[in-house]
């Protein structure tokens, strides 16, 4: 299966600890997304990556929230000092540039975190 | 400020029939509207881009219209089937880059 891979699939964790999730895109697509989605809702945008730059970041991405993808291919998010509303489902998406936009993503299947 | 509304309730339909859902929006102006299918415990999976400048597309049973003077975009599944139970998602691009903004989604239920 060539499709977007997430893993843990799966993390609980305490409140205060650090948590860091892993994203493997498709491997020719150029671009990489982080949502989370809490439950009933839709997934909310968190930040993008064009290769290696991050070149957008939702207000929602707090100081404790870190991402990278330090050679254009897989991705990390890293939640530092965990909260109990940090608990939702975290997705990443990934897409090939298109112009004019409107380009497909591709999601992946998730990684569930639950702060206790 | 921006928001995104599709059908609050569940919506639940008989085997066979069509399902309409509807997705309307405000203070956007988006280039593109999508809709995607999300199944328990799993990542959203694409279904249909339309683009601001097409009033209807069709993929199989699937038709999506967008009527950006009314701002909203209806999804319909003909012959619906209890396969395509799932919850849809619409998504806008927000203007400012690629990311999307979803909707909360609509449940639906197919019944045999």
């Known amino acids: 299966d060539t499709g977007v891979s997430q893993n843990p699939r799966h993390k609980i964790t305490k409140r205060g600890q650090n948590v860091t999730f892993r994203c493997d895109p498709i491997?020719?697509?150029?671009?990489l997304y982080w949502y989370r989605q809490t439950l009933g809702q839709g997934p909310e945008f968190l930040t993008y990556?064009?290769?290696?730059?991050?070149?957008?970041k939702s207000r929602l991405l707090s100081d404790r929230f870190s991402a990278e993808r330090p050679k254009g291919s897989f991705s990390t998010l890293e939640i530092q000092r965990t909260e109990q509303g940090d608990s939702a489902m975290y997705l990443c998406?990934?897409?090939?540039?298109?112009?004019?936009?409107?380009?497909?993503?591709?999601f992946g299947p998730g990684t569930r975190l639950l702060v206790l | 400020s921006q928001k995104i509304e599709q059908n609050s309730e569940a919506l639940n339909i008989q085997e066979g029939k069509t399902a309409t859902l509807t997705c309307n929006y405000t203070?956007?102006?988006?280039?593109?509207l999508q809709w995607y299918r999300q199944d328990p415990g799993r990542g959203p999976v694409f279904l249909l881009l339309?683009?601001?400048?097409?009033k209807e597309k069709r993929k199989e049973r699937l038709k999506v219209t967008f009527d950006t003077t009314l701002k909203q975009s209806l999804f319909h599944i003909t012959a619906s089937q209890p396969a395509d139970s799932a919850t849809y998602l619409c998504?806008?691009?927000?203007?400012?880059?690629?990311?999307?903004?979803f909707g909360k989604g609509t449940s639906l239920l197919v019944t045999p």
């Open positions: 998406a990934s897409s090939r540039s298109l112009q004019g936009g409107g380009e497909t993503q591709y």
């Open positions: 491997s020719e697509h150029n671009r």
């Open positions: 990556f064009q290769n290696e730059a991050q070149l957008e």
């Open positions: 203070n956007y102006s988006p280039a593109y």
């Open positions: 339309i683009r601001e400048n097409e």
């Open positions: 998504a806008l691009d927000g203007g400012s880059g690629y990311a999307l903004n």
